[in-house]
């Protein structure tokens, strides 16, 4: 058995529309690492949002666990969709997009409207910018190639 290593997804012998949607991917990634990260380094932006006054350090350390967790969600569907360019498993990064989508952003934005006080458009819309490259990737990785 021949061991499996990482290629280049940006190898220019690949079509074009696999390198438009590994470029999309990459910048999914890096918005959504990018979030993770600020959910760890301003845990009580979860508070600020959502209007909860932080009066105990029961409060602060629901933050801080809310945050963990929120990291997690947004930071592991790009790692996996990473991997899976590494790999060349352009349709399985597609259908990531797909799920991160639907799991992550669709329930975010859900959440904010639910939850959020006062939550107007604008809170809601501003997850879109999370959206875009991924709508972009999976289509890219997910539409049909001609056959040659």
Same mark, same amino acid.
């Given at each position: 058995m021949e061991p499996t290593y990482f290629k280049n #997804?940006?190898?220019? !012998?690949? #079509?074009?529309? $696999?390198? $438009? &949607?590994? /470029? +999309? !991917?990459i910048v999914s990634a890096?918005?959504? $690492? &990018?979030i993770g990260i600020f /959910?760890?380094?301003? #845990?009580?932006? *979860?508070?600020?949002?959502?209007s909860i006054v932080p009066d105990t350090?029961? +409060?602060? !350390?629901? *933050?801080? $666990?809310? *945050?963990i967790f929120k990291t997690v969600?947004?930071?592991l569907p790009p790692v996996f969709i990473l991997l899976a360019l590494g790999f060349y498993q352009f349709r399985l990064a597609g259908l990531f997009h797909?799920?991160?989508l639907l799991l992550v952003i669709v329930v975010d934005m859900i959440t904010w409207a639910s939850f959020v006080p006062d939550a107007g458009p604008q809170h809601i819309l501003m997850h879109t910018p999370f959206a875009v490259p991924m709508i972009i990737a +999976?289509?890219?990785?997910?539409? !049909?190639s001609p056959k040659n």
């Open positions: #997804p940006l190898d220019k !012998s690949l #079509p074009k529309h $696999i390198r $438009i &949607g590994v /470029w +999309a !991917s890096v918005m959504l $690492i &990018g /959910w760890v380094v301003h #845990p009580a932006a *979860a508070e600020g949002s959502f350090e029961a +409060a602060l !350390s629901y *933050a801080k $666990i809310t *945050a969600g947004d930071v797909v799920v991160t +999976a289509y890219c990785f997910l539409k !049909s």
